[in-house]
């Protein structure tokens, strides 16, 4: 038999279903994977079940149903004071992933220079390999998880077409300052590069941490991707449903490539999320209160006994630190951790190419429901 594709053969099963598998194995409290053990919005369940009852059952417009974009395009506005057109400038995908696998297909050709910061959400580099592209990596160094401004000077060249930012970042929490993404889009500029952006995670952010789209940044809309998607915001993870925001001309290359790929998502839930956001505004203060709760129970838990966990400005993960504890790599601790606490959490290594410091934290998800958060602190408090 002739072989598989080369690429593909260097990929392995993801950290995030391994950790799960073994989770259910050993019977552990799964704070690895991070989507909620709770349902989504009620009334954005209501609408998917009112929508297929109503017969949207069929393939929608590959761009995406004209009521979500226009949703979109509407929260885009009151929130971040962005115009854009819902006809050449939004496209509805199956999921952010979808989205940046698209973007990076129309925009990257063999040999181009993609720059990403680590630790990365694990999807990037094997959709920048599958292109043919080069990745560059710049790490972003903890307790803060901000970059050093040489280094990612020095990652530019002539060959950089696309830097990817997360923000607010998974795995570490850190929403990006205005500071930082003002270094990273003078120098996309400088470099006549793109940037494409993640940002699912947009309206989960604490304290007095303000996420910021990079595409408000002056001379940024013209060269920004702006990705995000429902699954965050409303609970509804197993939806799938994202979105890429661009300029006219670069949306139609990432819509020539979603068209030849899944083509469109799912109807009926793409007509409920569009009427969801409609309730954006009075849904939100009690989401970002839950989650606020949710994050002091866990990090409030740690911290009592005796974990050093760094409080994450967003997203719904906190990264702790473990050198102080063992002198086992991530990956280990996180093993012994599932079989002799019931507690399951990510090594963040494997979002990392070059530095190790990905081996000195494990990452919880606190996306939980209370009483599944509580059991896990009382599991790890357990000899
Ligand atoms: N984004 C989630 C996480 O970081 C889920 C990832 C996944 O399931 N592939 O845990």
């Not at 000195?360 to 509580?374: N, S």
Request: some cysteine.
């Amino acid at each position: 038999m002739k072989e598989i594709s080369k690429i593909v053969s260097g990929f392995k099963e993801n950290i995030f279903s391994q950790m799960t598998n073994l989770a259910n194995k050993y019977n552990a409290v799964n704070l690895s994977q991070g989507y909620p053990d709770f349902d989504g919005a009620g009334f954005a369940l209501l609408s998917a079940k009112v929508n297929i009852d109503k017969g949207f059952n069929q393939t929608t417009n590959a761009i995406g149903c004209e009521e979500l974009r226009m949703s979109i395009k509407k929260y885009i506005k009151r929130k971040y004071n962005l115009n854009y057109d819902h006809n050449t400038e939004i496209t509805v995908t199956c999921g952010a992933t979808e989205a940046m696998y698209d973007v990076i297909s129309a925009l990257v050709n063999p040999e181009d220079e993609v720059i990403v910061f680590e630790p990365f959400f694990d999807i990037y580099v094997p959709a920048i390999l599958m292109n043919h592209g080069k990745v560059k990596t710049v790490t972003l160094h903890g307790p803060q998880f901000s970059f050093d401004k040489e280094e990612l000077r020095r990652a530019f060249s002539e060959k950089t077409k696309l830097v990817i930012v997360n923000t607010p970042h998974n795995p570490t929490g850190h929403v990006f300052t205005k500071n930082e993404l003002q270094i990273i889009c003078d120098l996309v500029k400088e470099y006549d590069a793109y940037l494409v952006t993640d940002e699912v995670y947009e309206f989960l952010t604490y304290d007095n941490h303000v996420h910021i789209p990079p595409a408000t940044l002056d001379g940024m809309r013209e060269r920004t991707i702006m990705i995000s998607s429902s699954g965050k915001t409303f609970g509804l993870t197993g939806w799938r449903t994202g979105w890429a925001i661009t300029v006219p001309a670069l949306s139609n290359a990432i819509r020539l490539v979603h068209q030849n790929n899944t083509f469109s998502g799912a109807h009926p839930l793409q007509k409920a999320i569009g009427e969801s956001f409609e309730k954006l505004d009075e849904y939100l203060p009690d989401y970002r209160g839950m989650y606020l709760r949710k994050r002091d129970i866990l990090f409030n838990g740690l911290t009592k006994l005796g974990y050093r966990p760094l409080k994450p400005e967003g997203t719904y993960f906190i990264m702790c630190p473990i050198r102080h504890m063992t002198q086992q790599s991530d990956i280990e601790f996180a093993k012994d951790l599932i079989i002799n606490k019931k507690v399951a959490t990510i090594p963040p290594s494997a979002f990392y190419i070059n530095s190790n410091e990905g081996h000195d934290y494990i990452r919880f998800c606190f996306a939980k429901k209370d009483e599944t958060l509580y059991q896990a602190l009382e599991n790890l408090s357990s000899l």
